[in-house]
């Protein structure tokens, strides 16, 4: 069992920046792939970004690329995305997932509770 909790979400303003934070507990966080996805009203959650267990590749939606650039710490059982030059569109819940997809979009079998992210124009 993997216990995932996000954090750094919040109100920007369009152009601007936000920093997202999962939290891992439980099994060896580096066993894992983990991802960010996204759920705006009423539309389908979306993959947003993957990194594989040691964080040597990375891969994105297109509506990622370019702006938003997702790591991990293994030694701090921690990941992150950095969004930059974020867009109103880019307003929605960001959840954290880890497993072993056997792609980049999934499934995984652990997920955060999610964390607001609004931008405004």
């Known amino acids: 069992q993997v216990q995932l909790v996000e954090s750094g979400g919040g109100l920007v303003q369009a152009g601007g920046s936000l920093r997202l934070s999962c939290a891992a507990s439980?099994?060896?966080?580096?066993?894992?792939?983990m991802g960010w996805f996204r759920q705006a009203p009423g539309k389908e959650r979306e993959f947003v970004a993957t990194i594989i267990r040691n964080g040597g590749a990375t891969y994105y939606a297109d509506s990622a690329k370019g702006r938003f650039t997702i790591s991990r710490d293994n030694t701090k059982n921690t990941m992150y995305l950095q969004m930059n030059s974020l867009k109103p569109e880019d307003t929605a819940v960001y959840y954290c997932a880890a497993g072993s997809p056997g792609r980049a979009q999934g499934p995984y079998d652990y997920w955060g509770q999610g964390t607001q992210v609004t931008v405004s124009s």
């Open positions: 439980g099994r060896a966080f580096d066993s894992y792939a």
